[in-house]
């Protein structure tokens, strides 16, 4: 026997020829299976109870990679901690509170509340946000990680649930994504041809074309929960007679009063074990009942074994080797989930980080085209200049104003979006109102996956890529199905035997009557009936004074077991489809690899020429701008010049936030974001972080940001009504802007 129940091939195997042939070889698979217990070739062995570990993908291949057919993961990693105080895979026993198994269970409702951690980042109205800070809020509040952290639980009733024989409601890989996330108006979409940021999921629940229909197919387990049943019935019973003659009262008069008990358990070795006690007491005014009251009791003790369908540990401990290898699924699951909210996370910090440098660029090209057109005022008023220029002066200043309220307008929802992610409430006014300041800037260091090689960057990711984990595990539990639908081709043969007595008793009764002699039975002496307590009638039963027992077979052969060959063949064909994915997998890994490693290396590229042209620009800018005032160059000059200095600053910014938008995604491909972080999972699962992320490549802003705060962009419009020519006014306090200590 191996581990899932599977008996000699040779012999357990459906045959094929003759129907005589069929029967000899069904009666040589019974021996051969009866005796598996006690070969040494063939021994039964336990099921699996190794629950601490989770399995990593075996190395990255170069070239064709060849695909076992019986992938045997390599158990490396531990099981996360779960969530609270109860632990869902052990039932509640009988200590202290007999009651407990049949009370309902209580779960502590969620909490909506924001972690204190937020409140200590608010500082004069506004939160100041570094990146580190803004992941670690996002593990203790955000919502898809809160709701992704139930499935660990859930998936650990299906384990309890197994241990008692039960099928499995399986579990939920696929990932949250409730939280909304943009990179903003000023970053452009990261990656190469076919590139994607967004991990792959729901490996366990038959996404991507999938079909898992026959997961758990094959013969049902025993319930391995022993049931105790009792029945207990008084009755009365009076029935008119006409015979007056055996029933003076013109009735029949009998009481019974039975008292039943069963107790039913089943094995995982395909055994059922039945016990059954009952007991009746009966009175009756009947002239033929020579007892009144009389006892009768029964016992009688049954067991059931599967000899062919249902036989062995293998087949009836299945589901519960398949519900540890779905908690494995959970616990790649929500790892999963970490690396794509933390890689979503950082997307809207630079979007944000975007669009508060987008917004100062905006600022500066307003005062700019102020300046210009203030300049040439004065030029028109002493006559030195036509007055299209000032018109066209004019029009360049509004032109930069529009974009500015539309850079704000940008802003305002890049806060809102990182409130959302990193909050679960915004019923404060002081959270909702305050604005949010990101203090931290990419950093242009190169990182060591720039110049790695293609293949240990995929062995990187083949070896912790939570699709892959749940692939492999999915495939596990295909193997596990195919054990059990190869089982059910099987017919059912049982082998049982019983043992039981009976024992009576009772008192002579009162309306006992001699049919002989006609007169009742005397209560004394000759003819009389000898009194049995109910004692004795109990003790009867065991001393083989009437025992009912014997041995028997139940054998049922379905004609053609279409129903049978059907599933087992879906089964296999699901497994070779599960096969494919995997493999498929593996292809699409390399592929994002290589694609997320050029889009590292264009991004740096990217950022170094927007770096050289915006500088050119500023120097072009400057020198027409004094070739204006020399009377060499005309007002659209400068305004054109000011046009291509902006579009190379948004290009630099959006360049930077591309470049460290993906640079996470590469992280998130390999699945390194946690160890590079240091991040522990311990404490992600329990939603209080104690230690906070290192996370390499980025710098603290050299300055505080311009803050743009709520209802500005109304403010501003009002004012640009009364004053059209002025510097938009800032909400007081003025502070100096931030720079980008790479520019």
Not at 37 to 45: F, K, N, R, V
Not at 216 to 239: C, H, T, W, Y
Not at 545 to 563: A, C, D, Q
Not at 591 to 597: D, L, T
């Amino acid at each position: 026997m191996d581990l899932f129940g599977e008996r000699p091939q040779a012999l357990c195997e459906k045959p094929t020829g003759s129907s005589s042939l069929f029967m000899r070889l069904r009666a040589a698979a019974v021996v051969s299976c009866v005796l598996a217990s006690t070969m040494p070739g063939y021994a039964l062995q336990p099921l699996q109870q190794n629950t601490q570990q989770v399995p990593s993908a075996p190395a990255a291949q170069t070239g064709a990679r060849g695909l076992p057919p019986e992938p045997t993961p390599n158990y490396t990693q531990p099981l996360f901690m779960r969530p609270g105080t109860i632990d869902f895979t052990k039932p509640r026993g009988y200590w202290m509170n007999p009651l407990a198994p049949y009370l309902p269970m209580t779960v502590p409702r969620g909490n909506f509340m924001n972690a204190p951690r937020l409140k200590d980042l608010l500082r004069d109205g506004k939160i100041y946000l570094s990146l580190s800070d803004a992941i670690v809020l996002a593990l203790e509040n955000n919502y898809d990680i809160a709701i992704q952290r139930y499935n660990l639980n859930i998936a650990d009733t299906d384990l309890l649930r197994a241990k008692a024989g039960g099928t499995l409601f399986g579990v939920n890989s696929g990932l949250v994504t409730g939280t909304l996330g943009d990179s903003g108006q000023t970053v452009t979409g990261g990656g190469g041809p076919g590139g994607t940021s967004v991990a792959s999921g729901g490996a366990g629940s038959g996404a991507g074309g999938l079909a898992l229909t026959t997961n758990g197919g094959g013969p049902a387990p025993e319930n391995m929960d022993p049931v105790f049943s009792g029945s207990i019935e008084l009755q009365r019973q009076k029935s008119p007679e006409l015979n007056t003659i055996f029933y003076p009262s013109g009735s029949l008069t009998q009481n019974t009063n039975t008292y039943n008990f069963a107790y039913n358990q089943g094995f995982i070795t395909g055994t059922a074990l039945q016990v059954s006690f009952d007991n009746n007491y009966t009175t009756s005014n009947s002239f033929f009942s020579p007892y009144s009251p009389a006892y009768q009791t029964t016992f009688n003790a049954q067991i059931t074994q599967h000899l062919l369908q249902g036989f062995g540990w293998g087949i009836n401990g299945r589901f519960i080797v398949q519900a540890k290898n779905d908690r494995r699924i959970a616990d790649s699951a929500f790892r999963q989930q970490l690396l794509y909210t933390i890689n979503q996370v950082e997307n809207i910090y630079w979007g944000l980080v975007s669009a508060y440098e987008d917004l100062q660029a905006k600022e500066r090209a307003v005062q700019q085209s102020t300046q210009l057109l203030k300049d040439d005022e004065k030029q028109l008023q002493v006559g030195t200049l036509a007055p299209l220029d000032v018109v066209s002066a004019r029009s360049g200043l509004e032109t930069d104003r529009q974009a500015l309220i539309s850079s704000e307008s940008n802003l305002e929802y890049q806060q809102l979006l990182m409130k959302q992610a990193i909050t679960r409430s915004l019923d404060d006014p002081a959270i909702a109102n305050a604005p949010v300041i990101p203090t931290d800037r990419v950093s242009l260091a190169e990182t060591p996956e720039e110049h790695e090689t293609v293949d240990e960057l995929v062995r990187q990711a083949d070896a912790n890529s939570p699709s892959i984990e749940q692939a492999l595990l999915t495939l596990k539990n295909d193997r596990i199905t195919l054990k059990g639908e190869k089982n059910g081709l099987l017919p059912t043969l049982d082998a049982y035997a019983f043992y039981g007595a009976t024992g009576l008793g009772g008192i002579q009764s009162p309306y006992c009557v001699n049919f002989e002699t006609g007169v009742p039975c005397p209560t004394t002496g000759s003819g009389s009936y000898p009194p049995v307590t109910y004692g004795t009638a109990v003790s009867n039963l065991f001393n083989s004074s009437g025992p009912n027992k014997g041995v028997g077979f139940n054998l049922s052969i379905p004609i053609r077991n279409r129903v049978a060959q059907a599933a087992q063949a879906r089964s296999m064909l699901e497994y070779r489809q599960a096969q494919m994915r995997l493999q498929q997998l593996y292809v699409q890994t390399r592929m994002q690899v290589i694609n997320a490693q050029y889009a590292l290396t264009n991004d740096r590229a990217a950022v170094q020429s927007a770096r050289v042209t915006r500088n050119y620009d500023q120097q072009s800018l400057q020198a027409e701008v004094t070739k204006l005032h020399l009377g060499a160059s005309t007002t659209q000059n400068v305004l054109q010049q000011q046009r291509t200095l902006a579009t190379a600053e948004s290009e630099l910014i959006s360049a930077t936030a591309k470049y460290a938008i993906d640079r996470a995604a590469l992280q998130e491909i390999l699945a390194s974001t946690l160890d590079r972080y240091n991040i522990s999972i311990v404490d992600a699962v329990s939603g209080k972080v104690n230690t906070m992320p290192a996370i390499p490549g980025i710098v603290p802003a050299k300055r505080e940001p311009v803050v743009t705060v709520p209802n500005q962009q109304q403010n501003l419009r009002q004012q640009e009504e009364h004053n059209p020519v002025q510097v938009p006014p800032q909400t007081p306090p003025q502070v100096p802007p931030m720079t980008n200590p790479q520019q």
